[in-house]
């Protein structure tokens, strides 16, 4: 039996991999196939080249939503896996470790003799749905409008294979792949995010942050923030109408290029923490719940929100010290699918004959960003007391994204994503130039190459934006210092 740990998280990834690569292929083929996913993609292909939102041919944009397809419904099982190995569900459904894998068995034999005219890939899909029925913030890991894991659905024999896949047993007659863990450490899907596809890895340049630097970033910025600003301060903003309103009071803290989650999960705990230590007498589930409200997030990967999210749920369940989801009630989990670079209020906007022309940046239908602008104002400019991040350093290849992303003054030449990045992570952090000029300026940090000081294309941002001579290997500008490639607050 392979447990995840060590060398036996690289036989899992392997395998995933795999898995992957042959959903990508019979996707593919379906999508060309079958006429209602064909259209439905070229219907979203055509706004969104009609909307500038990409200048991608339909083969190579069609390509990226299979690999997120193929990754929602392997990662869907990795969390059911997960779950139904530690307990975290009443019953097994995919496989299970001893014998919970006949549990499972029986389990599916009783609902194809019941629905005899099912298959596995319905099987599959019950154990999403068992799983979002827990809790109502799990379902958001379901999520039928957005999640890109309803657009395409394998055929028959390829869910059949998928579910073998979790069924194999090695000699010794054990599931090949266990995922009990007493810990319930979810890092192991950090590497999932990572490499689980070849082709999602160099398209968003996948890296995870180590954990030496998230640690060192969140002590660097949110520790002051916190000293600063406290756990409860209160921010205003002007809405669409230059009237000023209030948020939740309320520490805001944001990772607008999230990944799998690692400086999320590192603030909910430091949060948590202060919490308890400021309120012994309240509530434990008050102070989680408080705690997570002030946690936002945002990546332009789909897969990766859905890692981030599902590791948020489970760190809430520890939190909680519970182990089945269904006991817990609804709690807040604000992270979105959206590019950060676009999308929010107060982001930048070109203004020409299409691009940008209308109030709103095209959305994709995996983008749910605009929900969670509703909700919590993610990604509002000016509301965020601190502001972390790791977010990619390569070059954007598809010419009309380029071109979006020129809204932002430092780019200059081939830029790479860290330059506007560094600009939109200031643009979000509060100021004391802006509504809240009776509150100290907010704390930036941020991971990225040096390839920015060394390079032609970072002189607008050093020279410019930072305002800054490039004389030195280290620069201080208010919050923030750049040290040897690490940008962490000051």
Same mark, same amino acid.
């Given at each position: ?34 006429? %209602? ?76 003799? !019941?629905?005899?005219?099912?298959? &596995?890939? =319905? ?33 028959? %024999? !390829? ?12 000699? =010794? ?8 863990? !007493? ?11 990572? &490499? ?22 969140? &002590? ?90 599902? $590791? ?32 929010? $209020? ?28 509703? $909700?919590? &104002? ?22 009309? %994204? ?89």
């Amino acid at each position: 039996m392979s447990t995840r740990g060590g060398s036996d998280d690289n036989g899992l990834l392997k395998d995933l991999r795999k898995q992957v690569a042959l959903l990508e292929d019979d996707l593919r083929g379906r999508s060309e196939s079958e006429d %209602e996913f064909r259209e439905r993609l070229l219907g979203e292909y055509g706004r969104a080249y009609a909307a500038d939102r990409t200048a991608s041919t339909y083969e190579a944009w069609r390509d990226e939503r299979v690999t997120q397809v193929a990754a929602a419904w392997v990662l869907g099982c990795v969390f059911v896996r997960f779950c139904e190995d530690n307990g975290l569900i009443a019953r097994n459904w995919l496989a299970g470790v001893g014998e919970h894998l006949k549990d499972a068995e029986d389990h599916d034999a009783a609902f194809f003799a !019941a629905h005899p005219d099912k298959n &596995d890939r =319905d099987w599959i899909v019950a154990s999403f749905e068992h799983l979002a029925g827990t809790n109502p913030t799990v379902a958001g890991l379901f999520d039928r409008a957005h999640n890109p894991l309803w657009e395409i659905t394998p055929s028959y %024999e !390829a869910a059949s294979t998928l579910l073998k896949f979790w069924r194999r047993v090695g000699a =010794d007659g054990e599931i090949v792949h266990s995922f009990v863990d !007493a810990d319930l450490d979810t890092r192991f899907l950090g590497d999932l995010y990572q &490499d689980l596809s070849e082709h999602a890895r160099k398209t968003y340049a996948l890296l995870q942050t180590p954990v030496f630097v998230e640690k060192f970033i969140l &002590d660097l910025t949110l520790e002051p923030a916190v000293k600063e600003f406290g756990l409860s301060p209160v921010v205003e903003i002007r809405d669409g109408h230059g009237e000023v309103r209030e948020l939740e009071p309320g520490l805001r803290t944001i990772d607008p290029a999230c990944g799998s989650g690692h400086f999320l999960l590192g603030t909910f705990e430091r949060l948590l923490e202060k919490w308890r230590a400021e309120e012994k007498g309240t509530d434990d589930w008050t102070l989680i719940r408080r705690a997570l409200a002030s946690v936002h997030g945002c990546d332009k990967n789909p897969f990766a929100v859905a890692i981030a999210r599902f $590791r948020l749920v489970v760190a809430v369940l520890k939190a909680a010290e519970k182990r089945r989801l269904d006991t817990l009630g609804e709690f807040p989990i604000n992270v979105a699918v959206g590019d950060s670079l676009l999308h929010g $209020r107060g982001a930048p906007t070109r203004e020409s004959e299409n691009l940008f022309s209308s109030e709103e940046v095209f959305h994709y239908r995996t983008e749910d960003i605009e929900e969670y602008t509703e $909700r919590c &104002d993610l990604l509002t400019r000016d509301t965020y007391h601190v502001v972390v991040g790791n977010p990619p350093y390569i070059t954007v290849k598809d010419k009309q %994204e380029n071109l979006n992303y020129r809204v932002y003054e430092s780019c200059s030449g081939k830029y790479a994503l860290s330059v506007p990045f560094a600009e939109r992570l200031f643009q979000l952090a509060v100021r004391t130039s802006g509504p809240q000029r009776d509150v100290g300026s907010g704390y930036v940090g941020q991971i990225t190459a040096n390839s920015f000081m060394k390079r032609e294309f970072g002189k607008k941002l050093i020279e410019e934006f930072f305002n800054l001579e490039p004389k030195h290997g280290s620069c201080h500008v208010g919050r923030l210092v750049v040290t040897g490639g690490v940008v962490g607050g000051y």
